[in-house]
């Protein structure tokens, strides 16, 4: 099917629809997440296990498969907790709004095609719209809200840092991924989610739109708060940043709509760049050795599960293979890496459209071959391009002014040594600094006064 009658008609059919039939399809969502959230706890938890060489959950039913009803039950039973300092109606709404937006994506994602339900002919998705795409965007960016609202109605630090570090954490990444699904839409030339799938019947857009892919990839683990982009609840650092105030049901809201937003976002890259529902061209080809179609009936619903489940391994493998990114450098990522990039491919695809309108080649082939020469353009100012002046922090919170290029390594370390006589003031800046090589802190009042006890002790009994 071309682009242009995918364009001009929405694909998926729901004219047969009746009231009971859209019910069918929005409890078979909810419970279908719910199980799966059950599930992905136990592959996570049983997966960190092996990969970092221990047992994981073992003793609550068979393989430890009931460990993660054990900790529902515990999390429903427990004292529920109303900080007397806090807004209470944001405080019990933000865990709401997480949760009903992280339930509501998977009703625009198609799962399969037309089947037949009961006598009736139905797509194996809820609802369907011609800016489908931008309705997932939105309702994303309004379930950010949910962590931003309960980070501040706690009136408590740590849930505030991390109410601040969602929020810009938010804008960051929220940009770059949707820069990414722009090129998809304009390649599709819809918006619908089930036109998307339909516009992948040849290949699939993780080909020749690999580099939006990438940027995808990487964004989707900044939009789910996953490590190593987990920032807005560093335990480390945050306790548990805006879920710290929280307990019993009111936590578990907000547990439960990681995770589901976790599936979200695999479904969504499943979707938009792994052909949907579609099977690859392998199991087409095996499929027509007897005469089957793997893309008709029930069967598409099994593919569009077990690419889901692709994305969610690969989820749970980077958790358990690379630790938390360092502040500073997971804004600059996002904003001169992610967003730059993004502009430039969707300025490429912009080119390509235009390019085969009047030319012989076909789209698939110039989106190939540019996304190779832009492939080696990034690679190439990567490992070329111009370092950053090298900079340091004086005791006074100064910075050390750059070396010219003609001044060698001797010169660098002479600017960089700091004389041990120095005074150092770690709040000289206005913020408290860390002492540079050769520095250190003055002593404590306590340390002082144990220093003057013992003088004093020293001096009697002499």
């Known amino acids: 099917m071309s682009s242009s009658v995918i364009a001009a008609a929405q694909t998926a059919d729901f004219t047969q629809d009746t009231w009971w039939i859209w019910a069918i399809k929005a409890v078979f969502i909810l419970v279908y997440l719910i199980l799966s959230v059950i599930l992905a706890l136990w592959v996570e938890r049983r997966g960190l296990g092996r990969m970092q060489t221990r047992l994981g959950p073992n003793r609550v039913g068979p393989l430890g498969l009931g460990q993660a009803f054990a900790d529902a039950l515990k999390l429903i039973i427990k004292e529920d907790m109303w900080l007397k300092g806090a807004d209470k109606i944001v405080y019990f709404v933000a865990p709401v709004i997480s949760a009903a937006c992280a339930f509501s994506i998977m009703a625009v994602i198609p799962m399969g095609p037309q089947i037949s339900l009961f006598g009736h002919s139905t797509p194996l998705q809820l609802a369907d719209s011609p800016v489908a795409l931008l309705l997932i965007l939105g309702i994303a960016a309004l379930g950010e809200y949910g962590l931003v609202l309960g980070g501040w109605s706690a009136r408590s630090t740590l849930p505030l840092y991390g109410a601040v570090r969602s929020a810009t954490q938010m804008i960051s990444y929220e940009l770059a991924l949707s ?25 699939w857009n993780c080909i020749p739109l690999f580099p939006a892919f990438c940027i995808y990839i990487i964004s989707m683990f900044g939009e789910t708060n996953r490590l190593p982009l987990d920032l807005p609840e560093a335990e480390g650092e945050l306790v548990a940043g805006p879920h710290t105030e929280y307990s019993s049901m009111k936590f578990a809201w907000y547990y439960l709509s990681e995770y589901v937003n976790m599936f979200n976002v695999s479904m969504i890259a499943t979707t938009c760049f792994f052909g949907g529902w ?57 904003w001169k890496v992610l967003i730059p990039v993004s502009l430039i491919w969707l300025v490429c695809v912009v080119v390509i459209r235009g390019v085969t309108s009047f030319s012989t080649f076909t789209r698939n082939q110039l989106y190939i071959g540019i996304a190779v020469v832009f492939l080696i353009a990034m690679a190439i100012i990567w490992l070329v391009g111009d370092k950053e002046e090298p900079t340091g922090e004086s005791g006074a919170g100064e910075s050390t002014p750059a070396l010219l290029d003609g001044e ?28 540079l090589p050769g520095q250190s802190l003055p002593p404590s009042p306590r340390a002082k006064r144990r220093e003057a006890t013992l003088s004093t002790q020293e001096a009697d009994h002499d």
């Open 278 to 334: 579609r099977a690859g061209p392998i199991m087409t080809w095996l499929y027509s050795l007897w005469g089957g179609d793997p893309n008709v009936g029930w069967i598409p619903m099994l593919w569009f599960f077990l690419k889901t489940w692709l994305f969610m391994f690969f989820m749970i493998w980077t958790r358990a293979t690379l630790l938390r990114m360092r502040y500073d450098h997971f804004m600059k990522l996002g």
């Open 179 to 203: 820069l990414s699904l722009v090129t998809v839409f304009l390649t599709a030339s819809t918006m619908s989610t089930s036109g998307i799938v339909d516009a992948q019947a040849g290949i």
């Open 408 to 435: 060698s390594d001797e010169a660098q370390a002479a600017a960089d040594f700091v004389r041990p006589e120095d005074e150092f003031d770690a709040m000289a800046g206005g913020f408290p600094v860390p002492p």
